[in-house]
């Protein structure tokens, strides 16, 4: 499931963003990098819990993606660009940081968004343009722009949805 992510995660930054450097090229690669360590349901299954298991998943991708980059021997400097960004941090002002969050905004539209979907049907409209909302917030004007330019497979049965959403 995980090295599924990481390659979407890595076609879709060559998509979005083929001149990347290294650094973002491993930041993406590791955003989930030993998931499974940290289940949600080790977590109070409610928002706070949510919440809280988050924050400790983006400090562990950080603090294990850069231990094995210090084992390879890569330079501090690469090393603090992909702590930073695969642990959130700074994420509207570090130029990494937005990079990985957009790919991951879009990867989760392209792959996971429809699934999301089907797994909770009991959500209404005003629930879905919540969600729609804060993953579209989260990305930069140049990722949702590329999300609306054709380049990215949005699933068929959300379009409208996705489209009231952002629209205002």
Do not use: C
Not at 34 to 51: C, I, L, N, T, V
Not at 91 to 119: C, G, R, S, W
Request: hydrophobic letters at 40%.
């Amino acid at each position: 499931k995980e090295l599924l992510y990481s390659h979407r995660m890595s076609d879709m930054l060559e998509r979005y963003a083929p001149d990347a450097d290294d650094a973002v090229k491993l930041a993406v690669r590791a955003q989930h990098i030993q998931r499974w360590k940290s289940p949600r349901d080790a977590f109070p299954m409610d928002r706070k819990g949510y919440h809280k298991w988050r924050s400790e998943l983006y400090n562990f991708h950080a603090e294990t993606a850069a231990g094995l980059l210090i084992q390879a021997g890569y330079p501090e400097e690469v090393v603090e660009r992909v702590r930073k960004a695969v642990g959130k941090k700074e994420t509207k002002t570090n130029p990494d940081t937005q990079l990985v969050e957009d790919v991951a905004a879009l990867v989760f539209i392209e792959h996971y968004m429809l699934d999301f979907a089907e797994k909770h049907p009991e959500y209404d409209e005003e629930k879905w343009i919540r969600i729609i909302l804060r993953t579209w917030n989260k990305m930069s004007e140049p990722g949702q722009k590329f999300a609306l330019s054709g380049a990215l497979k949005l699933p068929e049965t959300l379009v409208p949805l996705i489209q009231k959403a952002i629209s205002g």
